[in-house]
């Protein structure tokens, strides 16, 4: 650790060195502590697949089916020789519709196979009774990242710009003529445009809560005479639907204005477009690479992924559950399970204490909130059982007469159906949203749920060769971000159950949300070196950040061998990136996490702890006065 630091920027004394050689691959927009983890798994799970293609004895079928897929995602010479062919069955079905009626006719079987139209449904969890499920609707996304792209004149032109020479080259490859492809993007650009008034931006979409919109079905009919939406529903799900949870008012508002006769043929480019781009990773290596042409430059990735990996997760991407739990059972275990179990319920524990002996809450709502911490459900490593479609799919490969594209539209269907189906039924909460192979962790306000996949268990955040004091500082404070979430400007609008519910007293939910204001302003405009932090759009992160530092803290101090510096250097080394500029930017945009160099130095200055153990003082870049420090959880 640089020491001469330390007062001026803890996470550059902490990480100087990392800094300073980490190198960023040349397909990826960034490293991080988070991405070596991945990089090492990776070549798990590829040696693990060269193995199983040699010798399938002893896989279980659904694994099988995952070597069988990946035998034609890397079958290149085969995908070049169909070239654009598997695409027609997409096309037809998009030029067969001459009008809007002709789409309304269509919409169910476009849905079921995920083809891309310009609205869709989902079913979810209703955030009124999170043991039923309910029907979601909205409007699809946008070609640029955000809406503030759109007030941005400068760069707007650049983007688009960009997006109409990408998606030129694109379409240049699929054979279209340059008549054909000028009309394509004008008229998809066209369309793109009148969506931007009626989406949300990343900060707007950040409160998850206000997506939440129901309508009836009376009052969706009424503004949606161009288009039966409420017929489709229906159908989608087999039953009568008395009403949608709208993801976006504006959009359905002015629905007719958009979704029009007048508007069909640019509606019909735009899903040209949307198309060609999404089901070009199923076709050529050449159309795979340019597809991904304007995502590269957005993030400033400097190249493709290489076809041997992307061919791998190809076929991973559709049986990543199945992989990950050979993964979390073979190279994480139930022993490690159960160990790493028991310190989440000590966290949960120390969160309990903390929630007790709070001083701004009253004893009616640190009731309610320690009853919802309770009640929360733990899952660590890999899952008990795994979403039912797997077992539904059927690989056929070219010598049966298929292709990887149909494989696509097979599967997505299956899973769709099964979406469908799950509609005023109770949801499953044993099934997972990711796979134990994934180095990441959520919490699910929902289900009132948090989950710990296999994979972020390991080397910086959890080791047995670390000091319990660096554990605490790395997956001590993830697994208690995680709680923290339960308590967020989010996550606390939601009971036990994870129903939307206010279970707060009037005075202590103001309270709370003078304290997450105290939080945007803590963040608000902070310089990162690559632009200004939006304290906004990060506040959820940000109080989990908080929550979960001060709670892992209370933990490590609890052991007789407690390293305060062990601690904080673990804290600031989880969090190292090395990022293109252009991609910290992006993500300054959208992303609702807090950038990496605030996550750690932010917030050890927000610890009296950080600021008495280092005396950092006035003159010092890291100093915060404690009156100005933000303590929620």
């Known amino acids: 650790m640089k020491k001469e630091l330390i007062k001026t920027n803890y996470y550059e004394a902490v990480n100087e060195e990392w800094l300073k050689n980490a190198v960023i691959p040349g397909d990826k927009p960034s490293m991080s502590a988070f991405l070596e983890l991945h990089l090492g798994i990776e070549d798990i799970l590829l040696d693990l697949t060269a193995k199983w293609e040699k010798d399938q004895t002893g896989l279980n079928e659904n694994t099988k089916k995952f070597i069988k897929l990946y035998q034609m995602t890397k079958d ?8 654009t062919k598997p695409f027609e069955v997409v096309l037809n079905q998009i030029n067969q519709l001459k009008n809007l009626k002709d789409l309304d006719k269509a919409f169910k079987d476009l849905t079921l196979a995920s083809i891309e139209t310009p609205f869709g449904f989902s079913v979810m969890q209703d955030f009124m009774n999170s043991n039923n499920q309910v029907l979601y609707f909205g409007a699809s996304r946008l070609f640029l990242p955000d809406t503030t792209y759109y007030k941005d004149e400068k760069s707007k032109a650049q983007l688009i710009g960009l997006f109409t020479q990408t998606t030129t080259q694109l379409l240049n490859l699929y054979g279209f003529s340059k008549e054909e492809k000028e009309k394509l993007i004008s008229d998809a650009l066209a369309f793109d445009e009148l969506l931007v008034p009626v989406t949300k931006s990343s900060v707007e979409a950040a409160d998850y809560v206000k997506m939440y919109n129901p309508l009836s079905k009376s009052d969706a009919k009424k503004l949606t005479k161009n288009f039966d939406i409420m017929g489709n529903a229906e159908a989608l799900v087999k039953q009568d639907v008395d009403q949608l949870i709208v993801l976006n008012l504006d959009f359905i508002n002015a629905f007719d204005s958009i979704i029009s006769d007048e508007n069909f043929e640019i509606i019909k480019s735009w899903m040209v477009v949307n198309n060609a781009r999404s089901f070009a990773s199923d076709l050529t290596d050449e159309l795979r690479v340019a597809a991904g042409a304007f995502g590269r430059a957005l993030s400033g990735t400097k190249e493709a992924q290489s076809k041997e990996k992307f061919a791998f997760y190809q076929a991973y991407n559709r049986f990543s559950q199945v992989v990950g739990l050979y993964y979390g059972e073979n190279f994480f275990g139930p022993v490690a399970k159960e160990d790493v179990k028991k310190m989440v319920h ?3 524990g120390i969160y309990n204490e903390r929630i007790t002996n709070n001083d701004w809450l009253n004893e009616k709502t640190k009731a309610k909130a320690i009853k919802k911490l309770t009640t929360l459900s733990v899952h660590v490593g890999y899952p008990d059982e795994l979403p039912p479609y797997y077992d539904m799919f059927e690989v056929k490969g070219y010598e049966e007469g298929s292709n990887i594209l149909n494989e696509k539209l097979k599967m997505t269907r299956i899973m769709s159906e099964l979406n469908f189906e799950k509609y005023n039924k109770a ?8 796979p134990a192979s994934m180095v990441n962790a959520y919490y699910s306000p929902t289900n009132n749920q948090i989950v710990f996949p296999a994979a972020i268990l390991q080397k910086p955040y959890y080791s047995l060769e670390q000091s319990p004091s660096e554990n605490y500082g790395g997956i001590g404070a993830v697994m208690a ?10 996550g606390a609008k939601f009971d036990e159950f994870g129903s939307l519910s206010n279970w707060w007293t009037d005075e202590d939910l103001e309270a709370f949300k003078k304290k997450s204001k105290d939080m945007i302003d803590l963040f608000d405009g902070v310089e990162t070196g690559n632009g200004v ?10 109080i989990a950040d908080s929550g979960g530092l001060r709670c892992a803290l209370e933990a490590s101090k609890k052991r007789k061998d407690h390293d305060l510096e062990g601690f904080f250097k673990n804290w600031a080394s989880v969090w190292r990136q090395k990022a293109s500029p252009e991609y910290s930017q992006l993500l300054l945009r959208v992303d609702v996490h807090g950038p990496t160099i605030l996550r750690a130095n932010m917030q050890l200055s927000n610890l009296p702890e950080f600021q008495d153990f280092y005396q950092i003082t006035e003159e010092d870049k890291m100093y915060l006065a404690k009156d100005k420090m933000v303590s929620i959880w």
């Open 427 to 434: 949801p499953n909460k044993n099934i997972w949203h990711m």
């Open 76 to 83: 290149f010479d085969k995908r070049s020789e169909l070239g």
């Open 346 to 348: 000590e966290i949960i």
């Open 481 to 490: 971000h995680e709680i923290s979430h339960a308590f967020d400007n989010n």
């Open 533 to 542: 932090c939006n304290g906004e759009l990060t506040v959820s992160e940000n």
